[in-house]
């Protein structure tokens, strides 16, 4: 156990103090939920009891959280993913867009106005949200890119604190800056349903409570509205029910933590597609940004240098602090082999002693060195209850700082608001007071204004009515002439007008004599039209009946001629059947016979199949000769039928024909009588017209 400890504390120490730039190492042989790189700061230790000593202050989660670390019970879900960590080497042609931020001294300066930077006891200078209960790699979504699964935050800070440095817990969350560019500094935990992520920290056992994982259902994960997509409740029970992934990409030299793999996200029904992310959605800076950035922090750079100045010698500290522990771990680790040896020495001797007097000189030796190993057994639990002691002032000490600050913080914030306050309300009474002078004086320029306006109304009022005056008095003379000039044309309108009717009574009994020997020299015609049409009608009725009666007689004509050349067909088929019928029963007799030559003893049999044989063919062609001489016939008869129905349908259509015209003839004959009388009521009209006209008087001149 001892060597175990020694062999964690080594390894730790390694990160604590490998310094700030990423070392490509082999892929991680140990479950580890965060990617192999070196940490820029020391982190702090398991607050879980342990045999060794921790080299420096450990703090736990505030009440009711529990003050050790222990990993979460074996998931009850199985997925795919081993406990070997993946990593997937990422292609050359893949680009990161931008640039890494140069210095932490442009943290120092772009987070300055979102939150407090304070010096902490194991990390040195950190970041501190301006809320105390601010939960990373919350505000925000993920976007399955090129690097691996990208945190792109909605924190004004987000750029800075979820792609550089880390997150750790020192009773709330805190971030330690440095330059190292990650997509997301995260650990990840997935089941078939669900995917959780909390903020990795600098060390595989981090402390972090339960409520800081962000837990969704698988399907959510790219979501762009997570806020209302977290489940907030049993957290120890969805933790308990997925399993730890470790999976990385590495490109170039760097290793990056990379999220779910696609198999996972197929089954979830998650696109695997991947997205091309801006710079600004990345963390990183444009050439221009980048230039900026570095003239901000040079604008503070003493500050930043004193910042530096006072990181090293906590990190000398640090480091001092594990030498000694070192020290002190090396002499415990010898004293507990000494004594292990001593006792393993006295066993063998006890085992060849010969004398009993020698047996117990040995057992008296072996019962002081257990007593001197339960004596270094004490003093060890002696140790530990006043490191852990220690550790319990030392947090205490560290809530006190913390509610000092957040008081000092209140008091400030209060102080501010006061500030604040006093100043807006000095605005706004200087405000106040200058919208009154401004009130003020625009209404003595309003009034100003409207008398200038007023008495430049009244001189335009009086010119406007000079003009009109005069207006008037030429516009009254100038219609009394264009009065008089009416007048005149009035008179000669009106002489023009009885020239006019009497030359328009002229003219209409003149067109009304014409229109007479016109109505009645068209109905002459009209009447003569019409006979001539039913003469024409009747000739061609009679016309159609003799052709119809024609076309009848010459169908059935071509039909007798038809059934007469179909017969003779039928005749000459049948006798040509027939004597091919002959040759084949003649041929058929002789094979017969040459087969009965051939073979004696079935000469009966053959005769009689023979005799069978000659009557089935006959039965046969008798049928066929039938079969076709019936086919022939129906297709006689349909065509007959389907001819008489032409015919019949012909016939038809020149009747209907014929009405049609006969009825259109009777209607022009009926058209022409009409449009006769219509003509003769006219022609009554007007004349009657014409003989109220003669009767009225003419109309009196108009007058001047």
């Known amino acids: 156990m001892l060597f175990r400890s020694v062999s964690f504390r080594s390894a730790l120490c390694s990160l604590l103090f490998a310094g700030c730039t990423v070392q490509m190492a082999p ?51 199985d997925v795919s993913y081993d406990s070997d960590p993946e990593v997937d080497e990422l292609p050359a042609t893949v680009e990161v867009s931008g640039q890494n931020v140069p210095s932490v001294d442009v943290f120092y300066t772009d987070l300055d106005p979102y939150g407090e930077w304070y010096d902490d006891p194991t990390y040195g200078y950190v970041f501190a949200p301006p809320t105390p209960n601010y939960q990373p790699y919350t505000n925000g979504h993920w976007v399955n890119g090129d690097y691996g699964f990208t945190w792109v935050s909605g924190d004004p800070w987000g750029y800075a604190t979820d792609h550089y440095g880390r997150w750790v817990w020192a009773n709330r969350w805190v971030w330690k800056p440095d330059t190292t560019w990650g997509p997301a500094w995260v650990q990840w935990r997935v089941s078939d349903g669900y995917v959780a992520w909390a903020p990795v920290g600098f060390t595989s056992g981090a402390y972090l409570p339960d409520e800081s994982w962000r837990i969704v259902a698988g399907p959510d994960l790219i979501n762009v509205d997570l806020g209302h997509r977290y489940i907030n409740r049993d957290y120890r029970h969805y933790i308990d029910s997925t399993t730890p992934i470790y999976r990385y990409n590495h490109y170039k030299t760097d290793q990056w933590v990379a999220g779910p793999n696609d198999e996972w996200l197929r089954r979830q029904r998650i696109n695997t597609q991947r997205q091309r992310l801006e710079a600004s959605e990345l963390g990183r800076l444009q050439d221009q940004e980048r230039r900026d950035a570095e003239a901000r922090a040079r604008a503070r ?26 020290a002190e771990q090396k002499r415990r680790n010898e004293e507990a082999r000494r004594l292990a040896d001593q006792r393993r020495q006295l066993q063998e001797q006890q085992r060849n002693a010969k004398t009993e007097a020698e047996r117990k000189r040995l057992e008296e030796q072996q019962r002081k060195v257990d007593e001197d190993r339960r004596k270094h057994a004490e003093e060890e639990q002696h140790r530990r209850n006043d490191e852990a002691k220690k550790q319990q002032e030392e947090l ?31 605005l706004e009474d200087s405000r106040r007071k200058q919208q009154e002078e401004e009130a003020r004086k625009k209404g003595e320029e309003d009034r100003k204004h409207a008398a200038e306006e007023q008495k430049r109304q009244a001189e335009d009022q009086k010119k406007h ?13 100038k219609h009394a002439e264009e009065d008089k000039k009416r007048a005149e044309e009035d008179k000669k309108k009106a002489e023009e007008d009885k020239k006019h009717a009497a030359e328009d009574q002229k003219k209409a009994a003149e067109e009304q004599k014409k229109a007479d020997a016109e109505a009645k020299k068209k109905a002459e015609e009209d009447k003569k039209h019409a006979a001539e049409d039913q003469k024409k009608h009747d000739d061609e009725q009679k ?16 039909k007798a001629d038809e059934d007469k050349r179909k017969a003779e067909d039928d005749k000459k088929h049948a006798a040509d059947d027939q004597k091919k019928q002959q040759e084949e029963q003649k041929r058929a007799a002789e094979d017969q016979k040459k087969h009965d030559a051939e073979t004696k003893k079935a000469a009966e049999d053959q005769k009689r199949a023979a005799e069978e044989q000659k009557k089935a063919d006959a039965d046969k062609q008798k049928a066929d ?59 009554a009209a007007k004349k009657k017209a014409d003989e109220d006209a003669k009767k009225k008087p003419p109309p009196p001149p108009p007058h001047k």
Do not use: C, M
């Not at 607050?47 to 420096?56: E, Q």
């Not at 003493?302 to 530096?308: F, L």
């Not at 079969?627 to 032409?646: L, M, S, V």
């Open 301 to 326: 750079q003493k500050e930043w240098d004193e910042r530096r100045r006072q990181d090293a010698q906590i990190q000398r500290q640090l480091e001092e602090q594990r030498r000694r522990d070192d």
């Open 465 to 477: 009515e000079a003009e009109a005056a005069k207006l008037k008095a030429a516009e009254d003379k």
């Open 625 to 683: 000769a039938a079969r076709i001489k019936a086919d022939e016939d129906k297709k006689k008869q349909d065509e007959a039928k389907a001819k008489a129905g032409a015919d019949k349908q012909k016939a038809e259509d020149d009747r209907k024909k014929a009405a049609e015209d006969q009825k259109k003839a009777a209607e022009e004959q009926k058209k022409a009588a009409d449009d006769k009388k219509k003509s003769d009521a006219d022609a």
């Open 27 to 77: 892929a991680p042989t140990t479950p580890a939920p965060a990617p192999v790189t070196a940490a820029p700061a020391p982190a702090p230790v398991n607050p879980a009891p342990a045999p060794a000593p921790a080299p420096a202050p450990v703090y736990v989660a505030p009440a009711p959280a529990p003050v050790t670390a222990a990993p979460p019970s074996a998931p009850v879900v």
């Open 543 to 558: 016309k159609a009946d003799a052709e119809a009666k024609k076309h009848d007689a010459e169908a059935a004509r071509l």
């Open 396 to 426: 205490a000490r560290h809530q006190a700082e913390d509610k000092k600050r957040q008081e000092e913080a209140a008091k400030h914030f209060e102080q501010d608001k006061a500030k604040h306050e006093a100043e807006k309300k000095a």
